[in-house]
């Protein structure tokens, strides 16, 4: 056998509660987890939101995030035990001999400084000339599908979209040649045609270089095409653990075949009834400096209680269609119609109840809360400025919208740090949900979730439209998740519509080919799936 990269033995990890008008409490998030991973090896660690996958990847850098402490057990790499090593060590190995890929790209990069600068830092700081080390980068950028990669470099962080954010941060973590490399749901932000590139790229990356891998994900969709073998985790413990084939085919523990086995919830389709609520038309708009329009022509229209889905990659002008809704960003020309009153282009013309009705959770939950406002202060502030709650009523309104986004009420008094990824999103939830909007813009809301959880929230969404006749337009990537609850669906490419209708009409042949090529990307769970795909869809390069 070949010297493990990374051997982590009875590792536990700590962090201490601090819950009101009781006493601090250690609380143990990672209990008794080893494993072993050699050279040119993938391990995916799979589980719910909170299982405490990116914790344990954190520790193979002998790190812990605010609050965590590392208890006991053994971090080895390349047999040495980081954990006893001094901090000067752990410094030099960060960023070297092992990276790490986190799950929020927007969050993770300097917003003053070039992507080039921030690709190549950990390279030039290690010695690397350079213009070498740009070399690497931009070959990088090639692999990983980016457009111009020759130029891309030059961008900042908010001139590229989400998706091509995320994948330079991949480059990032690759261009000093590392040993160990830690992807943190690196495809979760994107589209579905993008995520095959990143993942043929990854794959292709590790046969060349033989690095090691820790794949953290909820989806076991997409660990099951670049995984070796896969660790299930739940509240801290192992689950089961072995190789991919055998988790994938003949799992033992109820839960993993839960996850296997996983279905999302059917919703039948709303037809369209009455004055619309939403109309678009003849939508075009610009960024400040751009010479074309991202936005070209928009029209659609959905009526009360109705979910229209917006689908595409990234770049496409999903995300920009929801800010010319909302107001951020002023369209060009067109109008926008709500409940048949022509709204301001300005999101700072439009009137208390225009703002109510209208709500939006982002894409992005890092980066979408205030870091230094509890859960509870941050839920609240909708309840206080459309409805004037306060004191006992506001908190048992904070509390029930918790419960309704199944996250305790203890959460009200936590603050965005002390959440997962999964949890922040469902506080994002839970916030839009407190100003009682008729028609909520979702974001990739679910994009950062287990699979679990996920459709939990998907039957909630769908519950309170059954409830409350709250519509929706719910920009996704995910086509299972378009067909779970879509009446209508919206193809967009290069700023435009390319198919519209209801949803069994647009999802049904003939298709177009971009639409053909979305519907064929969707992830299987199989071995050999992702080169299947590859094979008949090539990656095309420049896309975003």
Same mark, same amino acid.
């Not at 904070?398 to 309704?404: N, P, R």
């Not at 042949?509 to 979305?518: A, Q």
């Given at each position: ?27 143990? *998030? ?15 660690? #799979? ?22 402490? #590392? ?161 299930? *985790? ?311």
């Amino acid at each position: 056998m070949n010297q493990p990269v990374l051997e982590i033995n009875n590792l536990k990890i700590e962090a201490t509660s601090y819950p009101p008008s009781e006493k601090p409490r250690d609380v143990v *998030l990672v209990d008794d987890i080893s494993l072993m991973l050699e050279k040119g090896r993938v391990m995916g660690l #799979i589980g719910e939101s909170g299982a405490g996958k990116s914790t344990v990847g954190l520790s193979a850098m002998a790190y812990g995030r605010g609050g965590i402490r #590392i208890a006991s057990g053994e971090v080895k790499l390349n047999g040495v035990d980081i954990l006893k090593a001094g901090h000067a060590m752990q410094r030099r190995l960060r960023g070297k001999t092992v990276t790490y890929v986190s799950q929020s790209a927007a969050a993770s990069f300097n917003p003053s400084r070039k992507l080039i600068d921030q690709v190549v830092e950990t390279s030039v700081k290690s010695g690397t000339p350079r213009r070498s080390a740009e070399r690497d980068a931009i070959a990088l950028f090639e692999k990983l599908g980016l457009p111009e990669p020759e130029k891309i470099g030059n961008r900042y962080p908010h001139q590229v979209s989400g998706g091509q954010l995320q994948r330079a941060m991949t480059a990032m973590a690759l261009c000093p040649r590392p040993e160990l490399v830690i992807f943190d749901e690196p495809t979760t932000a994107l589209d579905v045609t993008t995520q095959i590139g990143v993942l043929a790229a990854i794959k292709e990356v590790i046969r060349d270089t033989h690095v090691a891998a820790l794949y953290i994900t909820h989806d076991l969709a997409v660990v099951s095409q670049v995984a070796d073998s896969i660790m299930v *985790l739940r509240h801290g413990k192992m689950v089961e653990h072995g190789d991919t084939t055998q988790i994938i085919g003949s799992p033992q523990r109820q839960y993993t075949k839960d996850l296997i086995s996983i279905r999302q919830v059917q919703h039948a389709v709303t037809p369209s009834r009455g004055a619309p609520l939403l109309r678009v038309s003849n939508l075009a708009a610009r960024y400040r400096g751009q010479e074309t329009d991202t936005l070209k022509d928009i029209n659609l229209e959905m009526t009360p209680g109705q979910t229209l889905a917006v689908v595409g990659e990234s770049g496409s002008g999903k995300s920009t269609l929801a800010r010319a809704i909302t107001g951020m960003l002023p369209p060009r020309r067109g109008d926008i119609t709500f409940d048949e009153r022509a709204l301001s282009p300005r999101i700072g013309q439009r009137s208390r109840d225009d703002l109510r009705e209208l709500q939006m959770i982002y894409q992005s939950a890092d980066t979408a809360m205030n870091p230094r406002q509890t859960v509870g202060a941050i839920i609240g502030r909708p309840l206080e400025f459309y409805h004037g709650l306060k004191g006992a009523e506001k908190r048992r309104r904070v509390e029930a919208l918790l419960d309704e986004t199944e996250l305790s009420r203890g959460f009200a008094d936590r603050y965005p740090a002390e959440l997962s990824g999964g949890q922040k999103q469902r506080v994002c939830i839970a916030r839009a949900l407190a100003a009682k909007p008729r028609l909520i813009l979702c974001d990739e809301v679910t994009s950062a979730l287990d699979p679990l959880v996920a459709d939990g929230i998907l039957k909630l969404l769908l519950d309170l439209q059954k409830e409350e006749g709250v519509a929706y337009l719910f920009i996704t990537h995910d086509l299972a998740v378009v067909r779970a609850i879509a009446d209508k669906i919206a193809v967009m490419r290069h700023g435009e519509i390319i198919r519209y209708g209801m949803r069994d009409e647009v999802l049904s042949p003939p298709f177009d080919d971009y639409t053909d090529l979305l519907l064929a990307s969707i992830p299987e769970m199989r071995p050999g799936w992702l080169e299947d795909v590859t094979q008949h869809h090539p990656v095309r390069e420049g896309e975003g």
